[in-house]
């Protein structure tokens, strides 16, 4: 069993910065990607960023490409988040779930383990 908390969330104005974490424990950690989504109420659940275990290669939805930065540390178990340039449209509750399979996936299907996840809300 591999079990994710994410933490890092809060209310924080449009162009501000948060930084997400997610910290796994359990097996084979170190060789899956991690991948992060989101939630607004209303919506699905939308994928955001992925990295592989060796955080070589990583994956970014186009709505957040050049403001959000997906990183893990594999000493520490975890998987960071970094969210700049924040808008009201990224607010939303902020899942961390290990792949399934080794590569890349923005298919929430492809990803288990979830966490409980991070409330973010942007205020305008």
């Known amino acids: 069993q591999v079990q994710l908390v994410e933490s890092g969330g809060g209310l924080v104005q449009a162009g501000g910065s948060l930084r997400l974490s997610c910290a796994a424990s359990?097996?084979?950690?170190?060789?899956?990607?991690m991948g992060w989504f989101r939630q607004a109420p209303g919506k699905e659940r939308e994928f955001v960023a992925a990295?592989?275990?060796?955080?070589?290669?990583?994956l970014y939805a186009d709505s957040v490409k050049g403001r959000f930065a997906i990183s893990r540390d594999v000493a520490k178990n975890t998987v960071y988040l970094q969210m700049n340039s924040l808008k009201p449209e990224d607010s939303g509750v902020y899942y961390c779930?290990?792949?399934?399979?080794?590569?890349?996936?923005?298919?929430?299907?492809?990803?288990?383990?979830w966490g409980q996840g991070t409330q973010v809300t942007v205020s305008s």
């Open positions: 779930g290990q792949g399934k399979r080794l590569s890349l996936s923005v298919s929430g299907s492809e990803y288990d383990y």
């Open positions: 359990g097996r084979f950690f170190d060789w899956y990607p």
């Open positions: 990295i592989t275990w060796s955080a070589e290669d990583t």
